[in-house]
């Protein structure tokens, strides 16, 4: 088993930055892909961000690339988020997910076996 803990959300202004954390403890996760989605009110949960095991391959959603960077420290076994420019349209609760089967990078929700419990992100216009 898998617990994974985001951290780091918040109200900000459009053009603010935050860093969101996801702590992973119990079976660790350093061999294996982790992501990034988020949920606005009345949508359906979508990607943001991936990352392979060793953190030298990266993916984005169109909506965020430039603007966001997914990194991880496996001697910490931490993943993050780096959100820079951030909108109004921005605003959501943001997950961190993880899985323990191999693969090189994930975004869809359904592959993915471990969920944090989200952290809201509010970016204030």
């Known amino acids: 088993q898998v617990q994974l803990v985001e951290s780091g959300g918040g109200l900000v202004q459009a053009g603010g930055s935050l860093r969101l954390s996801c702590a992973a403890s119990g079976r660790t996760v350093t061999n294996y892909p982790m992501g990034w989605f988020r949920q606005a009110p009345g949508k359906e949960r979508e990607f943001v961000a991936a990352i392979s095991w060793s953190g030298g391959t990266t993916y984005y959603a169109d909506s965020v690339k430039g603007r966001f960077t997914i990194s991880r420290d496996n001697a910490k076994n931490t993943g993050y988020l780096q959100m820079n420019s951030l909108k109004p349209d921005d605003t959501a609760v943001y997950y961190c997910?993880?899985?323990?089967?191999?693969?090189?990078?994930?975004?869809?929700?359904?592959?993915?076996?471990?969920w944090g419990q989200g952290t809201q992100v509010t970016v204030s216009s």
């Open positions: 997910a993880a899985r323990t089967r191999p693969a090189i990078l994930v975004t869809t929700t359904h592959q993915y076996d471990y």
